[in-house]
């Protein structure tokens, strides 16, 4: 039997930009083998299938002795991830999955899952404040003001208004939102979203032309403006994209006077909602501040291969294998120790790795490890993780073993 346990560090919510911080835990009751296992990103839009975002892998296919292993990893949430929409069903999930061989049905792997949800946050960089711009404009004898176009949640809006034509006029704050989800595999648009018409946030209307003006206010809860898309990187899900959107505007409806005709006047003007800084300047910021997280790089976690954690005591090549020895030549037990094992063909080249899991290595305990492979290769690379979240890495030139 096999028990997962999940739980994220950051208190069920990230910004977009951060690292993910999971810490994972795996109990095996007794001797397993194991095909992978890692942590998966997932959100569900109105698409065809799940969808995942990002990946992160915590052990390859390997051979775990009975014990506990505690792993921790981070997934960097990229900057074109769309944030969690919950008024529009727009939610993500982590999901730690281990696959293990089916003893019935070789074919059909076993698959174990833990799910837990994850809250993503938009972030409000604070490097541009938002600058407005008047509108003015003139049509069909209707001359219109507005001081600027863009506005917080709950602000009022002063229309500014003259008319010899016109004896009533109307306007109305529309908001205009939705999710996307494109699949050119099954055809452009492979989702089953609902188009769904403009809704009037807002309206005020005035049948005193010569009042000059009209006030409008902006719903305190009224969604900022915003326009995500997503789109993946891996090759096998080229052409998938999804997102969402809220637009804003403002629709001005005027109706004319009997001599100049029954036709009314119908305008939308575009307008933004923001929760930031409204400002007519340009903020500063600094040019060295950090603001946004580094990529993870290959070596973030990997200590330096003359630490003295473990040693390779001799490397024996058989047919198709190799018989390492390592020793523990640290001054502690090590508690869920992973070593992976691979080779190195031609100084550039990774064969595949192999896993071996033990529960406890006692201090100056040796172990064997045998890799099975049928490449050649110049070296050997192992690489050591425990439970305390050490990694070393060594490399070890299979030509130099017999020196060992």
């Not at 174990?112 to 993503?120: G, L, R, Y």
């Not at 209707?142 to 863009?150: G, S």
């Not at 001799?314 to 047919?319: E, L, T, W």
Request: charged share 25%.
């Amino acid at each position: 039997m096999v028990i997962l346990e999940l739980s994220d560090l950051s208190a069920g919510s990230i910004f977009i930009g951060d690292k993910l911080t999971i810490r994972t835990k795996f109990n095996f009751e007794e001797d397993t083998d194991i095909l992978w296992s890692g942590i998966r990103l997932i959100t569900n839009p109105p698409c065809s299938r799940e969808l995942q975002v990002a990946k992160e892998e915590i052990f390859n296919k390997g051979y775990f002795e009975a014990g506990e292993y505690i792993r921790e990893k981070s997934l960097l949430i990229k900057t074109n991830v769309v944030p969690t929409i919950k008024n529009r069903n727009l939610n993500y999930v982590l999901k730690l999955i281990l696959r293990q061989p089916n003893p019935i049905n070789p074919e059909d792997d076993l698959v174990i899952n833990k799910t837990q949800d994850i809250e993503i946050k938009a972030k409000d960089s604070g490097l541009q404040t938002k600058a407005p711009n008047p509108i003015s404009f003139s049509i069909s004898g209707l001359n219109v003001l507005l001081t600027k176009d863009i506005y917080k949640p709950g602000e009022t809006i002063k229309i500014s208004f003259t008319s010899d034509v016109l004896r009533e006029i109307e306007v109305r704050l529309l908001q205009n939102a939705n999710i996307v989800c494109y699949c050119e595999a099954y055809g452009q648009n492979c989702s089953k979203v609902e188009e769904l018409p403009p809704a009037i946030a807002g309206d005020s209307k005035t049948p005193n032309i010569d009042k000059g003006f009209l006030l409008l206010k902006v719903p305190e809860i009224a969604e900022p403006s915003h326009n995500y898309l997503w789109s993946p990187s891996e090759k096998e899900m080229f052409g998938f994209r999804y997102g969402a959107y809220t637009k804003w505007s403002l629709l001005i409806i005027g109706k004319k006077k009997p001599e100049f005709g029954q036709e009314p006047i119908k305008l939308e003007v575009p307008i933004t909602i923001t929760k930031g800084s409204i400002s007519e300047e340009k903020a500063e910021f600094d040019l060295f501040a950090r603001e946004a997280a580094e990529a993870s790089s290959v070596f973030d976690g990997i200590s330096s291969k003359f630490q003295k954690v473990y040693k390779v005591l001799s490397i024996d090549s058989d047919i198709d294998k190799y018989k390492i020895a390592i020793k523990n030549v640290s001054k502690k037990d090590l508690q869920g120790v992973t070593v992976r094992v691979l080779g190195l063909q031609e100084g550039l080249f990774e064969t595949a790795p192999s896993l071996t899991g033990f529960n406890i290595w006692k201090k100056n305990e040796e172990k064997e490890i045998v890799y099975e492979i049928k490449q050649d290769i110049s070296a050997l690379i192992t690489i050591l993780e425990d439970n305390s979240q050490q990694s070393i890495r060594i490399q070890t030139p299979v030509a130099e073993a017999s020196f060992f």
